[in-house]
Structure formats: structure tokens, C-alpha cells
């Protein structure tokens, strides 16, 4: 997601920190959102601002880039007051932050801008997704819950059956998955009618609910072209349907 509006490779922005004829690489100037203080990055006390730094090195391990404060002047030196070389060895001042939070000096900050806004709207729709369906799967199931058709479970089930695969099961194991399935097709079953009352109670009465967000319906696609067999279909059926009448 963070690499989607970023024309530039990992590789290349680390480029930037060579020099022609050197083939010593200096940190790449940039901006990154860091702590104020040198605390513990993991402390929920911690307030955050958007600090000079200079780019060391990424970790693709880590998806992370390793970044260092830069001094009142705008440098990045080592513990000797050394410009910082090729990662440098300092522990201190030094973060590894995700791209979300790393502003290259070289790089139009428009397109930032969209990076941090599309991450941001994207993280509030899962949440309001994961909130969503959370709150249907903790909804009670009483006797009263429609329930699935056991002649559609069992087509179902003769259907997985039936359907030559690749690789054989034994028997036992067969039929541990066929149980596994029927008790997954249950549990959606119960999802989807739950959803279906949930959705009608939070739309007839939004007040209640205004943390709770239902998910838009994709509008259905309707094909430009048809196959010469939907159409004996649909002439089948037309005929049918006038008989019945």
C-alpha cells in the first residue's frame, strides 16, 4: 500500500546518498516522524513531530528504513562528530520507521500528502469493518435463529465430495474436513442472517448507532454481451414461463 503512489525504488532513494567518483554513501536528507525525546519508542506517552533526519539504510526484513536525528545544523554525525558513512555505527538518535512516516527531501510532497491520506482513510474503514462484523458474530443465537436446509447441506456436501481433486484423501481425513465444512457452513449462515437483522435495526434507528458503519453494496455489473448459450437459456425459460401461464 505505502509503495503504490512511490515511483521511486528503495534502491534508488538510497542512491541518492552517493556522490559521483565516491563510493562512500552519505545519509539521504529527509523527514521523518519521530519521537520529541529520546525515550522509549514504545511508551504511549510519547508525543511525536516531524524531525530533520538523514536516511542510513532499509531493511527489507523489517519493511523499515533506519533513519538518524540530525544536529541544530542539519547534520548527521557519528559519535566522533564525523559526517555519518554507510549506515554509520551510532545507536543513539537512531529509528526505524515504516515509509508512512518518512518524508524524502527529493520527493514532491503532493504525492505524500495522498500516501498519508489514503492510509489513513484506508485504517478507518478496517476498523469500522472489523467493528462491523464484530458486532454481528457476538449477536445471540436463540431457537428462534433460521437455520440452514439440511437438503441444501447435504447437496453441498455431495457436491465437495464428488469434485475430483489433484491428491487423495484417506478416508478419516475426508471426513474430518467434510465435518469442518458443514460446521463453516453453519457459522455463515448464522453470520449472514444476524447481518441481515443487524443491517435493518442500525438503518432504522441510526442515532444509536452512529459508531457503526454498514459496508456499501458494490452495484451488480451488467455484461455487455451475452454467450449463444444464455440465450437458448433465456428462450427456454421464456417458453416455459408461457406454458406455465
Known sequence: METLLCMETLLEWLALGYEQGSVDRKPVPAKA???TKNVDPESPALEYSWQLVGVLQYSQEK?????????????????????????????????????????FCAEDPRVFAQRVQFAQDLRQYTEAMILYHLSIDCMLVWSGTPTLDPTSL???????????VRFSFQ????????????EELRLEYIHTMNRMC????VQESPEEFPHIKIPQKEPEKVPEKGREMDIKRMETFG???????
Not at 154 to 164: C, W
Not at 173 to 181: A, F, P
Open 171 to 182: 478416508q478419516c481425513h475426508l471426513q474430518e474436513c467434510v465435518m469442518e465444512l458443514e
Open 239 to 245: 417458453q416455459s414461463g408461457i406454458l406455465c401461464c
Open 33 to 35: 516522524l519521530l519521537p
Open 63 to 103: 519493511k523499515e528504513y533506519l533513519v538518524h536525528k540530525a544536529d541544530c545544523n542539519g547534520w548527521v554525525r557519528d559519535s566522533d562528530g564525523k559526517p555519518t558513512l554507510n549506515g554509520g555505527q551510532r545507536e543513539e538518535g537512531r529509528y526505524w520507521v515504516p515509509r508512512i512516516r518518512l518524508l
Open 154 to 164: 447435504e447437496r453441498i456436501r455431495n457436491y465437495a465430495v464428488s469434485t475430483p
Open 198 to 201: 443487524f443491517d435493518k435495526v
